[in-house]
């Protein structure tokens, strides 16, 4: 039994592993039992090898399907939210809370307008 290095093993195991998950078991032994012989892998290592080589291939080649999504009600609020968010030193949701109204007068006072504080804000 020659020691094969890692390069030509995974090699090895992806082009015998092709087709494996759709094999029958007799085959999928068969297989098993030729990988053992000629790495010298533990068996149930080669299997595992087996298995997951092909699918790691089928995944790469796989186009990622994009879904819809909802569509975000509150966009330019987010962004004004962020950018007061960024401004303040980035604090946490109940600070944010408390002083944004501080915060867009202040910059109404420098002639800055964030949004419209009568849509977004609670008075």
């Known amino acids: 039994m020659k ?13 015998l592993g092709k087709g494996y998950n759709y ?11 030729n990988v053992v012989e000629t790495t010298g892998l533990n068996r149930n290592y080669a ?23 909802r569509k975000s009600l509150y966009k ?12 303040m030193g980035f604090p946490c949701g109940k600070n944010l809370k408390a002083s944004i ?10 002639g800055q307008r964030a949004f419209d504080q009568d849509e977004f804000c609670d008075n």
């Open 76 to 87: 330019d609020a987010f962004e004004a939210l962020k950018f007061i968010w960024h401004i």
């Open 47 to 69: 299997c595992r090898s087996l298995r997951t080589s092909s699918d790691q291939k089928d995944k790469k080649n796989k186009k990622k399907v994009e879904t819809r999504g």
């Open 101 to 110: 109204k501080d915060v867009i007068e202040n910059l109404e006072l420098h």
């Open 23 to 33: 094999k029958s078991k007799s085959d999928k032994s068969k297989i098993i039992d």
């Open 3 to 15: 020691k094969f290095n890692m390069l030509i093993r995974k090699e090895l195991i992806r082009e």
